[in-house]
């Protein structure tokens, strides 16, 4: 129905306990394999510093360390300034789970002054969204969320090669049932692509995000300008090694506007 809130809307709700002090809680409609999806985790974090009243400036930079798994229920999380200067505000963030840290983020905010501007890099030429098969996938949680459709680099579950694939993607998303983007969903989709480990191994490998910095370069403006229209995401690797891969991705609206980069490091389990 029209007035019913978004599923995402309901999962990143935070109830203020004190003031610097919320309570989150995890939602099977975001929920993972073993675990909520970390974009949605990134998401409750950087909301409780970027709602809170004294929050000044506009989106920069956000980092999310995960340190532990996440169980269904209850998280408390805290959010206080670190420092305000006269040009950008930093924030500490951390989530508790049952007494223990699960999660530690920062996040810097700041005043975008007129400055010269220069944009030297392109987005992909893909096809469009529409003639691009959606990506099914078998279960259920986080992804049905999402309709995801892969221009290259589409991950195969069960693959029985051993020589490695590319580890770059692109692909067009969109929310399901659509949603108009604002900062906090920007935030939780620098977290929506797949490691790229899977995609190398073309098959299922144990993995999970470690530490995960995101860059905002999109502005309010921006984002109301892009409504709940798909945006066109590309990711890719540069090293796998002991146990470990980097991960660098970029956020693009469909008129080639950048709206945010990422890069992350990803631990994963695929014995010799």
């Not at 490695?164 to 929310?175: D, E, G, H």
């Not at 540069?238 to 980069?261: M, V």
Request: negative net charge.
């Amino acid at each position: 129905m029209a007035n019913e809130r978004h599923p995402f809307d309901i999962a990143t709700d935070l109830e203020q306990e004190g003031d610097d002090s919320w309570i989150a809680r995890t939602s099977d409609a975001y929920w993972n394999m073993v675990g909520p999806f970390g974009g949605l985790v990134a998401a409750l974090l950087f909301k409780s510093a970027f709602s809170h009243p004294d929050r000044e400036g506009e989106p920069l930079a956000l980092t999310v360390n995960f340190c532990a798994a996440i169980a269904k229920g209850e998280m408390q999380i805290t959010a206080r300034p670190a420092r305000t200067n006269r040009s950008t505000q930093h924030w500490t963030m951390t989530m508790f789970q049952a007494g223990e840290c699960v999660a530690t983020a920062t996040a810097m905010f700041g005043k975008r002054p007129e400055t010269f501007a220069g944009r030297p890099v392109e987005p992909p030429i893909v096809p469009s969204l529409e003639s691009l098969p959606r990506m099914p996938w078998p279960g259920s949680g986080w992804i049905e969320r999402f309709d995801l459709r892969f221009a290259e680099g589409e991950p195969f579950w069960a693959n029985q090669r051993e020589e490695p694939s590319s580890a770059r993607s692109t692909l067009w998303i969109a929310s399901d049932p659509p949603r108009p983007m604002d900062f906090v969903g920007l935030a939780a989709l620098t977290d929506i692509f797949f490691g790229r480990i899977i995609h190398v191994r073309q098959r299922m490998v144990p993995f999970g995000t470690v530490t995960l910095t995101s860059y905002f370069h999109a502005t309010e403006n921006d984002l109301a300008e892009l409504g709940s229209n798909p945006i066109l995401g590309t990711a890719d690797a540069r090293i796998f090694d002991r146990g470990f891969h980097d991960q660098s991705a970029e956020l693009w609206s469909g008129d080639g506007r950048l709206l945010a980069t990422s890069h992350q490091l990803v631990y994963y389990r695929d014995p010799a």
